[in-house]
């Protein structure tokens, strides 16, 4: 009985972390290139002083989806989406390279070419600064370039370009940021086949009723697991009724 007990007290608990898991997901149905994670539960032994006779259930989050979303049509300039496989390479807080498909870029007010999470872009020669502007134009190349102030319409200078990566997908890993970083923590290198789809912005490749049906999926086996309890419970108050009798 206590195993039995163990064993729905656990799968209680980690199915609550699962619906974190999968609201996570929900939530960030409408976030420009979001990459949903995957969840699945399976069974550990417990080990201790003794042999690992019991079990607990262990909700886990083994990979991220990255299959690409689609592409949504927008017209601004700095709006840009990776064309299949690849990544924007991003300046993480902690001044190491991380990757991002969120193209919705933003020029500071110093200047500094931001992707849609905040984080500096980076270029040749590190995060990727644009000098005063009448107007900016990103090549499918990922090359900035821009019409200065004061310059005729066909007067167009270039500023830098983005790196675009496309490393082995076995090495990636989302961070609590939500941007992706390689395992080994080592800088992927400049892909030249890595295009960017100027005016568009990819969108999110969560599917909404596949998270819905595991929310309620995960939702029914929570319930199933506190009848289990419930049902430890009684049997062992019919156990302590009979010692008492006899």
Not at 176 to 203: C, H, M, R
């Amino acid at each position: 009985m206590d195993k039995y007990l163990y064993v729905a007290m656990t799968g209680a608990s980690q199915n609550a972390l699962a619906q974190r898991a999968h609201a996570n997901n929900l939530a960030n149905i409408s976030t420009n290139g979001f990459q949903r994670d995957l969840e699945q539960a399976r069974s550990m032994p417990v080990f201790g002083d003794s042999f690992p006779a019991r079990a607990y259930a262990l909700s886990e989050r083994p990979a991220t989806d990255f299959t690409p979303g689609s592409l949504v049509q927008t017209g601004r300039e700095l709006d840009v989406a990776v064309s299949g496989n690849g990544f924007i390479a991003v300046q993480n807080p902690s001044g190491g390279e991380s990757y991002v498909r969120t193209g919705s870029l933003n020029i500071d007010a110093l200047g500094v070419l931001r992707a849609g999470n905040g984080m500096p872009v980076i270029g040749n020669g590190g995060p990727i600064a644009v000098p005063p502007e009448q107007q900016v134009e990103v090549g499918e190349d990922g090359t900035i370039s821009i019409r200065a102030m004061g310059e005729g319409p066909r007067v167009m200078a270039e500023v830098d370009r983005i790196k675009l990566v496309n490393p082995d997908i076995k090495n990636m890993n989302k961070g609590l940021d939500g941007s992706i970083y390689t395992k080994d923590g080592q800088p992927a290198p400049i892909d030249a086949n890595v295009k960017l789809v100027s005016g568009f912005l990819e969108s999110s490749n969560v599917n909404a009723v596949e998270e819905m049906t595991s929310v309620l999926a995960l939702a029914k086996q929570f319930e199933l697991h506190v009848k289990m309890m419930n049902t430890a419970k009684d049997d062992d108050q019919a156990m302590a009724r009979v010692l008492q009798i006899t």
